[in-house]
């Protein structure tokens, strides 16, 4: 019984979309329903495309500079950096690389400039773990030489100092003394570390105003840790790998000390990155669900027009469920057609930028050239189903309230 009257309403419906009546501006008013519905539909495939494309970049880019695990101390600043550990954690399969490292602020000066940055001090293993060689817009990656030793900082840092190669201009860094302090001679109470400009690198305007880089031996002497690290840099084969191998590194650590992902290094970005996200989704569905009301129109036209039909079938026994039944295909058609359409156009034009790359940044200092686009077919998924259960609702709400038990409204 439940199918064939699904079927009597199917009929009907298409009935009336093929009618010589039909012809007329409630035919052309349901077209522009359509076309009301896909420009939206069209727009939010874009706009997510867009802002997964601007997302993997963000990721991207914190992969380049911190590697899949990070191991650092369980408490305090520094962990006692032993080859002994660093043996263990290269012993195993999923590891290709370690490095440690030591951060601390200080403040720079060159010349009559002056910031102030986060001095990172790495080991001879850095450049196996961290691709900084790749990074490197003007100069090279040298931390020490016959001249003595080097330093690499970031865009904005350098800019910051004016840094100039060729040069025999020193940077002077400078950062107070561990529990030693005179107020009689209050300069002691100050370490005092000079190095040479070597090059600049360039990855985010975040890194690149916060990092410079030099040896791990003048962080030490800059920092009072004579033997200390911040942590050890883990690089890995595959990044797949991440959890199998945190777990068996967490196994061989002593207790004073923890490893973390790159996602829990960095777990406050990737948590804003999500809420971002979660954002324009919200936002994406509010203009699906104004796209669905530009049917509302169409359907009460529809409805008026086949007042008389209606009254006819009514008196053929017809009851209010079948005739609810055959709007709501009515309606469900028009969403679906735009929905569809705009779809189609959406994934065609977010396709095309992704990998003809048609529309370009205009300016030359970002790290891309062309607006970044990336589709991802589980967000597409969840743009079909929020738009299908909008459509469906305010399709079968609209019907109910036009169509009633005894009268067409």
Known sequence: MTRSRHTVAKLIARRFLRSPRSHSIINVMSWISVVAVGVPVAAMVILMSVFNGFDGI???????????????????KVLTASEGLREKVLSFDEV????????????????????TATVRGVDSLFTQTVAIEDMMSRGEFVLRDVWGDRCVAGLGVAYELGLRQLTTDSVAMYVPSRGRYSKLMPLS?????????????SL??????????TSLEVARALLDYPDGASALKVRLRSEGDSERAK???AEILPDDCVVQTRAELNASMYKVLDYEKMAVLLIGMMILIVASFSVVGTLTMLIIDKKE???????LGADT????????????????????GGFVLGVALSLIQQYAGVIRIPAETFLIDTYPVRVVFADLAIIVVIFT?????????????RIKNESIE
């Open 247 to 249: 777990q068996k590194i």
């Open 321 to 340: 469920a079948l005739l609810r039944s055959v709007f709501v295909r009515q309606g469900m058609a028009i969403c679906l057609l735009g929905a569809v």
């Open 389 to 401: 259960v909008v459509s469906y609702i305010t399709t079968r709400l609209t019907v109910a309230g």
């Open 58 to 76: 963000v990721r991207t880019m914190y992969s380049d500079f911190e590697p899949e695990l990070t191991i650092t101390p369980a408490r305090g």
């Open 204 to 213: 985010d305007a975040d890194t690149d105003g916060k990092y410079v880089i």
């Open 96 to 115: 290709l690389s370690a490095s440690y490292v030591l951060d601390g602020e200080a403040l720079l000066t060159y010349g009559e400039r002056k910031c």
């Open 309 to 315: 039909s209606l009254a006819t079938l009514r008196a």
């Open 189 to 201: 109470g100050i370490n005092h570390q000079a190095v040479m400009p070597a090059g600049v690198f």
